[in-house]
């Protein structure tokens, strides 16, 4: 019966991943994934996240019940704050469950989109995390996938004309965009604020439903209101109806806990109600309930003055180190007169950029120097370190040069 299976193919950045594990170079050194590492390119446990562990560790009341179906209600109250900066009175028009990170909000909110609205085609940006596509392709329920023009390759920047047009001519009333809130991956691209108001204003004429995957609020920028900032200013200053996946894997480095809240904003407490209870059913269906852990972690950090201020020094911490690594890889390659654009590393957001590096350099960088970045050319800042810049800066020169 399963011999039969038609081939699926390996995830590219999970088997870069094995294949780093596997590699046993002393200067190896991993550009791959999307997980933040630290000064010496390890996992990085945020002080915050550690204290608030230890107090929920010395909580005797604490047990492992199910949370209510829509989630970790702390969790739900806090995440809605921090995204729309929303009020009690805001918060009444929203539908919010948790859900299994941001893969689980991004997934259930295309379900949801399926069997809700039934829209004829999903626009998502070209590049984006492939994953967008990959989630659309399996609820597949006869939805068009469309892709808008963002990323002009020839000059590293947004190609912003593509993405409006593209919109204005050829979406269609109902369709769904996805937008990235902050810290576009691959690209490490965002739109201006005066880009996303224009943005806003197509959805609005056109009457689409945008799409928000906010994976990196606070770990981009280090700022929670500049990283969503996209987020808020469609819910305070449109009455779209709109969709955000809101994820706690990089911003709290919960990455294996799957800790993420989808949020349907639907303008009025009966579209509210209906909302609410066909996520519930949906989620029923696929993970009755989502997991606490994280989901306590998260709330306790949020919930409580100090931790939160102490979250908010880790988040500069992380961002600080990803910029000052940016412009340590960028000098070295200025530096060396290395063939290539290399500058916007310096002003990209997050964690990703772009290389312009091309499938067999990218090879000879594995092989050779065992540096591993995915197929794209796209590199995580955050495996570089003071031990290492050098070093890549030193192949990437060698495999340009060649
Ligand atoms: N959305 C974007 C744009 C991402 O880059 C990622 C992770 O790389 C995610 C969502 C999902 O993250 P997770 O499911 O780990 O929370």
Redesign the pocket.
């Known amino acids: 019966l399963f011999a039969n299976l038609p081939e699926a193919a390996t995830d590219a950045a999970f088997a870069l991943i094995e294949a780093y594990k596997a590699d046993t170079f002393p200067l190896k050194v991993d550009l791959s994934p999307?997980f933040y590492r630290d000064e010496d390119a390890r996992p990085w446990i945020l002080p915050s996240v550690e204290k608030a562990k230890q107090d929920l560790l010395n909580d005797s009341t604490a047990d492992h019940e199910h949370a209510p179906i829509l989630g970790h209600e702390a969790l739900i109250h806090s995440a809605q704050r921090l995204v729309f900066d929303a009020t009690c009175e805001d918060t009444a028009t929203i539908a919010s469950i948790q859900t299994?990170?941001?893969?689980?909000a991004?997934h259930l909110g295309a379900l949801f989109l399926a069997k809700a609205r039934c829209p004829r085609t999903v626009w998502i940006s070209d590049p984006s995390?492939i994953?967008h596509q990959e989630i659309w392709q399996l609820v597949d329920s006869g939805i068009e996938r469309q892709t808008y023009p963002y990323f002009d390759k020839q000059s590293f920047i947004i190609d912003f004309e593509g993405t409006i047009s593209t919109l204005n001519l050829k979406a269609r009333e109902g369709d769904i965009v996805i937008l990235?809130g902050c810290a576009h991956?691959p690209t490490g691209l965002d739109l201006t604020k005066d880009q996303w108001k224009a943005v806003a204003d197509v959805c609005e004429e056109k009457k689409l439903v945008p799409f928000f995957?906010v994976?990196?609020q606070g770990f981009a920028t280090g700022d929670l209101a500049e990283d969503a900032w996209s987020v808020r200013h469609f819910f305070h200053n449109t009455s779209l109806e709109m969709l955000v996946?809101q994820?706690?894997?990089?911003n709290f480095g919960l990455?294996g806990e799957?800790v993420?809240v989808l949020h349907v904003v639907c303008r009025t407490e009966i579209a509210r109600s209906k909302a609410t209870n066909m996520l519930s059913r949906l989620s029923r269906a696929e993970i009755t309930t989502a997991p606490i852990n994280g989901a306590k972690i998260v709330a306790k950090v949020l919930g409580d003055t100090n931790l939160k201020q102490q979250w908010q020094n880790d988040l500069l911490h992380m961002s600080h180190r990803m910029k000052s690594m940016r412009k340590r890889l960028v000098d070295a390659l200025l530096k060396r007169q290395t063939p290539g654009a290399w500058e916007h590393i310096l002003t990209d957001i997050g964690m990703f950029s772009m290389t312009g590096l091309q499938p067999d350099q990218i090879q000879t960088l594995k092989e050779r120097y065992h540096i591993y970045l995915l197929p794209s050319g796209r590199i995580s800042i955050t495996g570089l370190t003071e031990h290492n810049v050098e070093y890549v800066a030193e192949a990437f020169h060698k495999v340009t040069v060649a």
């Open positions: 999307g299994i990170a941001g893969t689980g991004n995390w994953n990235h991956n995957d994976a990196y996946a994820s706690f894997s990089k990455y799957r993420g």
